[in-house]
């Protein structure tokens, strides 16, 4: 057995629901940052790092199951592995640890009753980032693509879609989107929601625009607030994609390259906007773009009916006043490197370094 296994064989054993028990030997802050779905937990990082022998001796699993250690970095989860196998237990490092494990990811599809489309959820589980694969009649669109290329482009093969449109909800500040670089790759039409900021050529989406995917349609809808140029889109009266307008318990954070008189007036146009998508129908599924835990590789859809996401926020919803005062009062730490980022997803850019150097740190754009 090897010393240390990657991020997509690991992804893979997941997936195929392997036996195996992923131990995490972090500090009990960081894996509160972060975590791989279905781990077990061992505070043992400093011990390891003191090299005490019996840093793990009270980690107890069946022989015949194999150990993933796991570490911020992937060092002293090695030192951990090595600690396993020298009292015979079958271990080996997550290689690069949880800073590669950013990237990781996993599907499910989303069951719809009405539509002409097929929809698939990509989870980067890593990250808490959900994009969308959406196709009918073999044509495809990726919303919101926040993984590499080659992952949609594998997802659609596999599928025998073609990417024929890339779209985003709005311009992201806690990931890197890989919305230019999937369309260039594929020769794939970009949209974005209309605005000034971008610095690159770009087929603009206003409210009430439509694009037709096959048969299905899917209606913009312009949902100000987390940014000013946030926009929802509804699939065939069925199911809203709502980016980081709308979580399945909270809503966007509008503080962002804001300062306080602006952050106050965008979030009391986002308390319109959620006025506006709580009209569009109870049944209809919300489709976040984030989740704020990483996601297990249970192929169900991180969705709910807009009836219940109401009655999770109907606190929030007495008067706008309250609404406001509410949302500014419970922002979030500032995601890391989020100007860096901004600048990035503006420019059209992708940075030639790692990118979860950049991307390092939790999801952090809801308020719940």
């Known amino acids: 057995m090897n010393s240390v296994i990657d991020v997509e064989t690991l992804r893979a054993w997941l997936t195929e629901r392997r036996s195996v028990t992923v131990l995490d030997v972090r500090t009990q802050e960081d894996r509160a940052e972060w975590w791989i779905p279905g781990s077990v937990h061992m505070n043992a990082y400093q011990a390891l790092q003191e090299g005490r022998a019996d840093a793990l001796a009270s980690f107890?699993?069946?022989?015949?199951?194999?150990?993933?250690?796991?570490?911020?970095?992937?060092?002293?989860s090695r030192t951990a592995a090595e600690q396993l196998r020298a009292r015979g237990i079958a271990s080996v490092s997550l290689a690069g640890g949880m800073?590669?494990?950013?990237?990781?990811?996993?599907?499910?599809?989303?069951?719809?009753?009405?539509?002409?489309?097929?929809?698939?959820?990509?989870?980067?589980?890593?990250?808490?980032?959900?994009s969308y694969i959406i196709a009918s009649e073999s044509s495809a669109l990726?919303?919101?693509?926040?993984?590499p290329p080659e992952v949609y482009v594998r997802l659609?093969?596999?599928?025998?879609?073609?990417?024929?449109?890339?779209?985003?909800?709005?311009?992201?500040?806690d990931h890197l989107s890989r919305s230019t670089a999937l369309a260039r790759q594929t020769g794939a039409r970009q949209l974005l929601p209309a605005n000034g900021r971008l610095r690159f050529a770009f087929q603009p989406v206003g409210d009430g625009d439509v694009v037709e995917i096959g048969r299905a349609h899917l209606c913009a809808i312009r949902t100000a607030g987390h940014t000013t140029e946030s926009t929802c889109y509804l699939l065939d009266g069925e199911a809203l994609f709502t980016g980081d307008t709308l979580f399945l318990s909270g809503v966007g954070r509008p503080d962002l390259r804001a300062d306080e008189r602006q952050a106050r007036e965008r979030a009391r146009l986002l308390h319109g906007s959620l006025k506006r998508i709580f009209t569009l129908g109870s049944d209809v599924l919300v489709l976040p773009g984030h989740t704020s835990e990483p996601v297990a590789f249970n192929a169900a859809p991180l969705v709910a009916h807009l009836a219940e996401v109401a009655e999770r926020?109907?606190?929030?919803?007495?008067?706008?006043?309250?609404?406001v005062e509410r949302i500014l009062a419970r922002i979030p730490l500032t995601p890391p490197n989020y100007l860096?980022?901004?600048e990035c997803n503006e420019s059209g850019s992708f940075p030639e370094m790692d990118p979860t150097d950049i991307e390092a740190g939790a999801n952090r754009c809801a308020v719940a």
């Open 340 to 342: 860096r980022i901004v």
């Open 313 to 323: 926020l109907k606190d929030w919803r007495v008067s706008e006043t309250e609404f």
């Open 99 to 130: 800073k590669a494990w950013s990237l990781a990811w996993n599907t499910a599809a989303v069951p719809l009753a009405r539509s002409q489309a097929r929809v698939i959820q990509v989870r980067r589980t890593g990250k808490g980032c959900l």
């Open 60 to 76: 107890q699993t069946p022989t015949d199951v194999p150990v993933i250690t796991v570490c911020g970095m992937g060092r002293t």
């Open 156 to 173: 659609a093969g596999e599928l025998e879609w073609v990417i024929r449109y890339v779209l985003d909800t709005h311009i992201h500040a």
């Open 142 to 147: 990726v919303l919101d693509a926040s993984l």
